[in-house]
């Protein structure tokens, strides 16, 4: 089963608010990730988490604040957004080779968030 | 830098009429280059990984190849469900493991 959920489908926030998007998988990958798509453009590296362990930031705002829970879940916090924060936020994961290297990324269907 | 340049970046085909869509890198160390397919408003489905030049794959009417500089993803005989956004991404050796994503393939695929 190669597959990654993400809740909530659709989300509209204001910018006073606080919300958080979910990620769930169960193929025992130990790396997660967090990607920013805007429309017509690529998927942006956010966060990555490799063993629970937050490996790479690239320099996100700190309105975005990722969690990893346990190995299967990953959060990110989301708090004071901007309107132009609103894009499909994107969860993968994959698994970790004995070196570190990391292997083709599984993604989930993302979260098409609007900030009002 | 590590860089990654697709053509065309919109391709129109009569179902049927086979092509090939383009994926030119400039990576430090190839580690991986990766094929997603995407539907609109949808995540990105993995297709393939290539690690070496003269690496092949297929799948159904799909067959990605690699050289030293780029790769080709042919499409076969291509029906209207082939229609979505095809990206190539490449992972290298300075890259800590992070995707380097190319802009995409918007395939459209008429009855």
């Known amino acids: 089963d190669t597959e990654v959920t993400q809740t909530p489908k659709h989300l509209v926030m204001g910018m006073t608010n606080k919300k958080s998007l979910k990620c769930e998988q169960h193929?025992?990958?130990?790396?997660m990730y967090w990607y920013k798509q805007k429309a017509k453009k690529p998927p942006e590296l956010m966060f990555v988490?490799?063993?629970?362990?937050?490996?790479i930031n690239e320099s996100v705002p700190s309105r975005f604040s990722p969690e990893c829970p346990n190995s299967s879940l990953l959060n990110l916090h989301l708090h004071a957004l901007q309107p132009e924060d609103s894009a499909l936020y994107l969860c993968?994961?994959?698994?970790?080779?004995?070196?570190?290297?990391?292997?083709?990324?599984?993604f989930g269907p993302g979260t098409r968030l609007t900030v009002t | 830098e590590d860089q990654v340049t697709q053509s065309p970046e919109a391709l129109r085909l009569q179902e049927g009429e086979s092509s090939s869509l383009n994926c030119s890198y400039t990576?430090?160390?190839?580690?991986?280059l990766f094929w997603y397919r995407q539907d609109p408003g949808k995540g990105p489905e993995f297709l393939f990984t290539?690690?070496?030049a003269g690496e092949e794959k297929e799948k159904e009417r799909l067959k990605a190849t690699l050289t030293k500089k780029e790769s080709f993803l042919h499409i076969t005989a291509p029906k209207p469900e082939d229609s979505a956004t095809y990206l190539c991404?490449?992972?290298?050796?300075?890259?800590?493991?992070?995707?380097?994503f190319g802009k995409g393939t918007k395939l459209s695929v008429k009855p």
């Open positions: 290539l690690y070496s």
């Open positions: 193929m025992g990958h130990r790396a």
């Open positions: 988490y490799s063993y629970e362990k937050l490996s």
């Open positions: 993968a994961s994959s698994q970790v080779s004995g070196y570190g290297g990391l292997y083709e990324q599984y």
């Open positions: 990576v430090s160390g190839l580690r991986g």
């Open positions: 991404a490449v992972r290298g050796g300075g890259s800590q493991g992070n995707l380097i």
